[in-house]
């Protein structure tokens, strides 16, 4: 079993004492007895935590994808006011920021570019800076390990999801995000990052034997964050990515696919630890919904080969030539753009979209990122932790 950055700073940190707290957290935000963070807090510090902030999807992770608000409001347990970092502001306010001396960040992360409370966490920061205010990071555990995979985000597809020059697969904790970011992007916080034990860059989240609880509405279990960083694509477009279903990002399909046809397509393409099983599934909400969409469920065999992005955009690339007439990206607004086209600001790169409608190799494209790639990892390497 780890040891997560709230257990270390509960039992033996003193050097908040005397200093007004504030926590950036959801439900998901728990210790291994599955006790919430704001408990843990609560018992460790008393009426030295004053508010509490949350991320997308609001405090008990109850809200739904893309510009799907949340209000401030007030904890029920704690009576503490929380502060919504997603809905009228992203950014926390001087008014916010006044109730607290220090900012406690107790976040779920997922391990991938696109997944917003990666940015909540840095316009904290940025908040940080500029109103004098401490902010310690309370690590956790990427559920997908250290492994790195994708394209680099470019410039001009800067947005909420993706503010950063990092791969889709960034392989990095949220503490060593955080160091990463503060530094590279000269943020300049008064940062610190409390650390885990336990944990290594190899470990999938089943292996680390804490208890899963998901961060958002569609992230149910490990599994569903391991094949999430390709198969969030499927939001910029007119296919189904399983929401509304029992398995969100593990099922995707739309009622205009084949199987057999997909499935020849994709043989160009060497695609491991993974098997796309042939199904039809019918979601309850979002796209497609009570309609029968003919699909796949990524079966995810061998997790240390298993490249998800790589599945995903060949998967897309099919769906994109096969089906000229019937597929559409989506259009905007997306995640508070409401211009630019979803699928470029997912995946970080309007020629990478151009790339796969012209039907150019996936494999190919994979050589061309590789050199950014590396780079990113000779960066990221004085940020590990572990």
């Given at each position: 079993m780890i040891r997560i950055g709230?257990?270390?700073?509960?039992?033996?940190?003193v050097s908040l004492t005397g200093k007004r707290l504030g926590l950036l957290c959801n439900q998901a935000s728990t210790d291994a007895n599955l006790?919430?963070?704001?408990?843990?807090?609560l018992d460790?510090?008393?009426?030295?935590?004053?508010?509490?902030?949350?991320?997308?999807?609001?405090?008990?992770?109850?809200?739904?994808?893309?510009?799907?608000?949340?209000?401030?409001?007030?904890?029920?347990v704690s009576g503490l006011p929380v502060f919504s970092l997603y809905g009228e502001r992203r950014k926390p306010s001087a008014s916010m920021f006044a109730n607290l001396d220090v900012l406690l960040i107790d976040i779920v992360d997922v391990g991938t570019r696109v997944y917003t409370f990666l940015y909540t966490m840095a316009y904290c920061m940025e908040a940080a800076a500029q109103y004098g205010k401490e902010v310690v990071v309370l690590d956790r555990p990427n559920p997908i390990g250290g492994a790195v995979e994708g394209n680099m985000l470019q410039d001009d597809c800067s947005s909420f999801v993706g503010l950063y020059a990092i791969p889709m697969r960034h392989g990095m904790t949220f503490g060593e995000l955080a160091l990463f970011i503060n530094s590279e992007y000269d943020i300049g916080a008064d940062l610190r990052v409390v650390p885990m034990e336990g944990w290594k860059h190899k470990m999938l989240f089943r292996e680390t034997g804490f208890p899963w609880v998901l961060p958002s509405?569609?992230?149910?279990?490990?599994?569903?964050?391991?094949?999430?960083?390709?198969?969030?694509?499927?939001?910029?477009?007119?296919?189904?990515?399983?929401?509304?279903?029992?398995?969100?990002?593990?099922?995707?399909?739309?009622?205009?696919?084949?199987?057999?046809?997909?499935?020849?397509?994709?043989?160009?393409?060497?695609?491991?630890?993974?098997?796309?099983?042939?199904?039809?599934?019918?979601?309850?909400?979002?796209?497609?919904?009570e309609e029968p969409c003919v699909g796949f469920q990524i079966h995810v065999t061998n997790p240390d080969t298993f490249l998800p992005y790589r599945t995903s955009i060949a998967l897309l690339q099919a769906v994109m030539c096969l089906y000229p007439e019937q597929y559409a990206h989506k259009e905007p607004p997306y995640e508070y753009e409401y211009e630019r086209l979803p699928m470029d600001l997912i995946l970080g790169d309007s020629a990478l979209r151009k790339a796969l409608e012209a039907g150019e190799s996936v494999i190919s494209l994979e050589k061309r990122w590789q050199p950014d790639l590396e780079q990113f990892l000779e960066k990221r390497k004085k940020y590990v932790l572990y």
């Open positions: 709230l257990e270390n700073l509960a039992d033996s940190d006790r919430h963070s704001r408990d843990v807090l460790a510090y008393g009426d030295q935590l004053t508010c509490l902030f949350s991320p997308q999807h609001g405090f008990f992770s109850e809200k739904q994808d893309n510009m799907i608000e949340s209000d401030h409001s007030t904890d029920p509405p569609n992230m149910p279990t490990p599994e569903t964050a391991l094949v999430y960083p390709g198969q969030v694509i499927w939001e910029g477009t007119n296919c189904s990515e399983g929401r509304g279903t029992t398995l969100p990002f593990e099922f995707v399909g739309a009622p205009f696919w084949e199987h057999d046809a997909i499935l020849q397509y994709l043989a160009r393409t060497a695609l491991p630890g993974c098997f796309l099983r042939p199904l039809v599934f019918q979601p309850t909400s979002g796209k497609w919904a």
